[in-house]
Nanobody
Framework: QVQLVESGGGLVQAGGSLRLSCAAS????????MGWFRQAPGMEREFVAS????????AYTDSVKGRFTISRDNAKNTLYLQMDGLKPEDTAVYYC??????????WGQGTQVTVSS
């Protein structure tokens, strides 16, 4: 079965950096469009960034453009999210997701990111 395991979350001061990783198994990773989402307390889960399987086309929500970078290493079956210039409003549980049948079908368990002011 498909497994997505996030890591790299933690507590950081505003202005700091973190790199999230998502190790994927049970799917042909190089063929999968991947994304990062986040959910803050009391809020709906929201899209953060995505990267396509072919060509590595990326997309970002406006609030993280210029600060976050999504990337993938197909040889390691791993998705990354480099987060720089972190702000308290970036505090959330971050999830990686893989598309199946045209929609985000597979989800990881999430990793907590907390940014202190």
């Amino acid at each position: 079965q498909v497994q997505l395991v996030e890591s790299g979350g933690g507590l950081v001061q505003a202005g700091g950096s973190l790199r999230l990783s998502c190790a994927a198994s049970g799917l042909t990773f190089m063929n999968a469009d991947m994304g990062w989402f986040r959910q803050a307390p009391g809020m709906e889960r929201e899209f953060v960034a995505s990267i396509s399987s072919i060509g590595g086309t990326t997309a970002y929500t406006d609030s993280v453009k210029g600060r976050f970078t999504i990337s993938r290493d197909n040889a390691k079956n791993t998705l990354y999210l480099q987060m720089d210039g972190l702000k308290p409003e970036d505090t959330a549980v971050y999830y990686c997701a893989a598309k199946g049948m045209g929609r985000y079908k597979y989800w990881g368990q999430g990793t907590q990111v907390t940014v202190s002011s």
